[in-house]
């Protein structure tokens, strides 16, 4: 597949043109698992302005997974024979994981954003195996996604998950663990070897020590224990004080600030713009990253204000932008569901986090702590194929379903005007454009999906108004038995093209 450079050379200045089609539906796609026919078109011709401060505001009001019933469960409410307990939480991990692929599908920003988190703030569920820490986790990477950097990283190094995953458990007064201290400042906050010492990182492991009470039983969360923690004075970017975790916090973002904010904001601009934010061709990336950094440090860290303002300019709403980042496997499926609106259940949503999986993204799993590594990596020989085979499936599932579901969709892309059309290319361009963020490449690409279309055994002349006395054509979208067919055999076909992998 082509890889885009990056010549994007608009500005942050305000997007002030209404959205046609072709941008409403490239901020659903970034800002959420894409969207319905009808969404995107109640968005044509309003305001970038209007429409991003909409979104945003419902992110930063939309509720949080419920607790469930087990979230506060130790080792004392499992039954005693271990293979029924893990039974139970692998059970346990299953509901949840049903419930989060609900909210990715139900809440627009807030969950891409709390999925975008689960891979800067990388934890691996196999680690610590606890259904309850899975929930903590996911809870705070909800409650802090558009919120205080600051406070999100405060509280993310205290979930049981993270203190698990890079050994904060294990992390005593008198034997420092490293583990946590080097990555709050590799991968969380600053980037590699970005203004900070190995001397930092050890003193900053001793101010961290003590969250290592774990209890008696398993699933307990960890808390502090003050005889683990470390009491002499630590020297951390120049501050030297008996310093504990909250003054790590502190020092970090009052001496790092600029650091901190052109780290976040990169990975911000790389996930939701452009892979590539460092290129020499023209773009103007760096300045943008800059802009948004300074918005970043001028809020005092919150990230709301650096998105409404990305998403709100010029240079997001590029075409340059637009259809340039390859699919992640939940992009895949999820995206797919979003526009086609067909109808799905719990167990559909499983299936589809199940199979992301299959083609290198398995949900809580991370391969490591650096996070899925995005855009190329998600394509290769067997990735692909995976790709195509699984779609596929999926879209001869809802045609088992539900036929007709099929005929509604292309109604719907074409519009009330066109709903008994009887020009098949109109439906074809209509949904080409609806799964694709600019269309098919060439002219030959479309006249493929055309003839994927009108399939093997529907004569030509079928679509003709001559084909019945009088001039009324034989083939009409809305009544046309042979349309959920159709529209089948074109969304198999479609799912294939390279154009269908990208966002």
């Known amino acids: 597949m082509e890889y885009f450079i990056n010549c994007n050379t608009s500005t942050l200045a305000p997007y002030t043109t209404p959205l046609d089609e072709l941008r ?3 901020l659903y796609r970034r800002l959420g698992f894409s969207a319905s026919v009808q969404t995107i078109n109640a968005a044509v011709g309003q305001s970038a302005d209007a429409l991003v401060d909409n979104l945003v505001n419902q992110a930063l009001a939309a509720p949080v997974i419920p607790a469930p019933a087990w979230a506060d469960w130790t080792g004392a409410d499992y039954p005693a024979d271990d293979d029924l307990a893990r039974q139970l939480r692998r059970t346990q991990i299953e509901e949840f994981k049903i419930a989060y692929g609900n909210a990715l599908l139900d809440q627009g920003l807030l969950d891409r954003l709390s999925f975008f988190w689960s891979n800067h703030f990388v934890t691996q569920l196999e680690t610590y195996d606890c259904p309850q820490f899975l929930f903590y986790y996911v809870n705070c990477l909800q409650r802090n996604a558009l919120g205080n950097f600051k406070t999100f990283t405060s509280e993310i190094g205290l979930t049981s998950a993270m203190l698990y995953y890079l050994d904060g458990v294990r992390n005593r007064g008198n034997n420092p663990n490293e583990n946590y201290a080097r990555e709050l400042y590799e991968l969380f906050t600053m980037g590699e070897g970005n203004n900070y010492t190995e001397e930092d990182i050890i003193e900053t492991a001793k101010a961290l020590s003590g969250y290592t009470e774990r209890g008696e039983e398993g699933c307990t969360q960890v808390t502090f224990d003050p005889a683990e923690f470390n009491t002499e004075n630590k020297t951390i970017f120049g501050q030297t004080g008996n310093w504990g975790y909250d003054d790590v916090m502190d020092i970090l973002f009052n001496q790092r600030p600029n650091e901190i904010g052109w780290f976040i904001c990169k990975k911000l601009y790389e996930f939701f713009v452009h892979p590539d934010s ?6 103007i990336a760096p300045q943008i990253i800059d802009g948004l950094a300074q918005t ?18 010029q240079h997001f709403f590029d075409d340059t932008a637009i259809g340039v980042i390859i699919k992640s496997p939940a992009d895949l499926y999820f995206n797919f569901v979003k526009e086609s609106n067909f109808a799905y259940d719990d167990m559909d949503v499983l ?7 299959l ?6 799993q991370p391969p490591e702590v650096e996070g899925w590594q995005r855009d190329r990596t998600w394509i290769n020989t067997n990735f692909i194929i995976g790709r195509w085979l699984t779609m596929e499936v999926f879209i001869d599932r809802f045609f088992q ?8 969709l292309a109604m719907d892309a074409v519009g009330p005007a066109n709903m008994n059309t009887s020009n098949p290319e109109i439906v074809v361009r209509a949904l080409v454009n609806k799964f694709t963020p600019k269309g098919l490449l060439t002219d ?4 493929r999906a ?3 279309f009108k399939i093997d055994d529907v004569p030509e002349d079928y679509y003709s108004p001559d084909y019945i006395p009088g001039g009324n054509s034989w083939w009409v979208l809305s009544t046309s038995m042979e349309v959920p067919t159709q529209v089948h055999v074109l969304l198999r076909h479609l799912s294939r093209e390279p154009e269908f992998q990208l966002k």
């Not at 460092?278 to 773009?283: A, I, S, V």
């Not at 030959?444 to 006249?447: I, L, M, P």
């Open 351 to 357: 299936n589809y986090m199940d199979s992301c999986s």
């Open 401 to 408: 379903n539900d036929p007709e579901q099929f005929r509604t």
């Open 278 to 283: 460092t290129n020499d061709e023209g773009g």
């Open 450 to 452: 055309m003839d994927a």
């Open 444 to 447: 030959a690409d479309f006249e």
């Open 296 to 313: 970043f440090i001028a809020n005092n860290f919150d990230i709301a204000p650096v998105l409404r303002q990305l998403f709100k300019s």
């Open 359 to 364: 083609i290198g993204q398995r949900f809580f």
């Open 24 to 26: 409403a539906a490239h």
